[in-house]
């Protein structure tokens, strides 16, 4: 077992890239997607069933365990891993994102940003300092800088002084973070869709020197498009020999789109959180299992997946549980999606390993414009 942090690219096919970065908890294969583990769970999922989806890595988040139960009590119980029963490498945001879009009344000082709960309304205050402190207590493997992301659309001098503050913010969490043997911290580039700001942000991390950089500030109500538009220069700004993480991203499109363009880590909760809607996506894009169409449908969701749900379950039986509010629907569903956004970056990995990768995305492409399988 490799007892340091590390990265190495094995092959790049136009800007795409697969490779493992090294962890003492275990390997993660890139691209790499993580499924986001909020309070301490994948919800609706055990965490050996993530592992078999083929997760090698989970997100967790700051601000909703800084609140409950608390970093000291999970210390004091063994840790993250320990406490969610997830022995593999845990990511953990900072905190910052999601106080400016979950927590009550925000009040932002040059030191950092006093918050209300959402929860129960009680104060709390995180510092780059605090949120290095609250990352180490849950055991986090690989460390965010403590950041402040703006909404979008906003003006280009609000969106500089945003990320000027988080550039200072990524030298005092540097700072504050040390030196961890086998833990690392990445910082977080920001600036808008400003390829000037993307620019200035870049240069200021790589003076500082971090184990990863994430580009911050995008899927933020921005657009694909746009998003795009960024991801063409932004990875290229960021040093090649360390991974790079798009944060918050996204659709199976936008992945996609992403890898293409350099990215080497991505989370979301989108395939979690609506497997619990009634939205399954499968390579012939979205099916709303909620529609009357799969009631007397005794097809699986995806004949070619081998997840639990398509395995053993017909449509119309995921369309009864859905409409009947039976537990099972949200954890078959989600473990579905889960699986297909795994085996969505198996299959990347090895396309980009083999040279394939734009035949491979054309196929990808073609499936989804062809849609569902017509109803019976
Ligand atoms: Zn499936």
Redesign the pocket.
């Known amino acids: 077992m490799q007892d340091r942090f590390g990265f190495q690219v094995q092959a790049t096919d136009g800007k795409a890239r697969t490779g493992a970065i090294s962890t003492p908890r275990g390997e993660i294969r890139t691209p790499a997607f993580m499924p986001v583990g909020t309070a301490g769970t994948v919800k609706a999922m055990l965490p050996e069933s993530v592992r078999a989806t083929g997760a090698d890595i989970l997100l967790g988040n700051t601000y909703h365990l800084m609140l409950r139960p608390t970093a000291e009590r999970i210390d004091r119980l063994g840790g993250l891993h320990t406490f969610m029963n997830w022995e593999r490498p845990i990511l953990t945001d900072s905190g910052g994102f999601q106080v400016m879009s979950l927590a009550d009344l925000r009040k932002l000082d040059e030191e950092g940003v006093t918050f209300r709960s959402h929860i129960n309304g009680s104060k709390h205050r995180l510092t780059p300092e605090r949120s290095m402190e609250i990352q180490r207590l849950l055991g986090s493997d690989i460390v965010m800088c403590f950041d402040e992301c703006p909404a979008l659309p906003a003006d280009d001098a609000r969106v500089a002084e945003a990320m000027r503050l988080s550039m200072r913010w990524a030298a005092r969490s540097r700072e504050a973070f040390g030196d961890r043997p086998g833990h690392a911290l990445f910082g977080i580039q920001q600036g808008g869709v400003t390829e000037e700001l993307r620019a200035e942000s870049a240069e200021a991390l790589c003076a500082i020197g971090f184990d990863g950089y994430a580009i911050g500030g995008l899927a933020v109500g921005e657009g694909q498009e746009a998003m795009f538009g960024v991801l063409d220069y932004a990875p290229d700004m960021l040093p090649e020999d360390k991974p790079r993480y798009l944060m918050g991203v996204g659709k199976p499109d936008d992945i996609v789109g992403a890898v293409k363009r350099g990215v080497d880590m991505m989370d979301c909760v989108l395939p979690s959180r609506s497997g619990r809607t009634g939205q399954a996506w499968t390579r012939r894009g979205q099916v709303n299992i909620k529609n009357a169409r799969h009631q007397d449908d005794p097809r699986?969701?995806?004949e070619e997946?081998?997840?639990p749900?398509?395995r053993s379950y017909s449509r119309a039986y995921l369309h009864h549980v859905f409409r009947a509010g039976e537990m099972i629907s949200g954890m078959l569903l989600t473990w579905?999606n889960l699986?297909?956004y795994q085996e969505l970056m198996a299959e990347m990995r090895g396309a980009i390993a083999e040279g394939r990768f734009a035949a491979w995305e054309a196929g990808f492409h073609a499936a989804r414009a062809e849609g569902d399988i017509p109803p019976l």
């Open positions: 699986p969701l995806d997946c081998g997840c749900a398509c579905h699986h297909y």
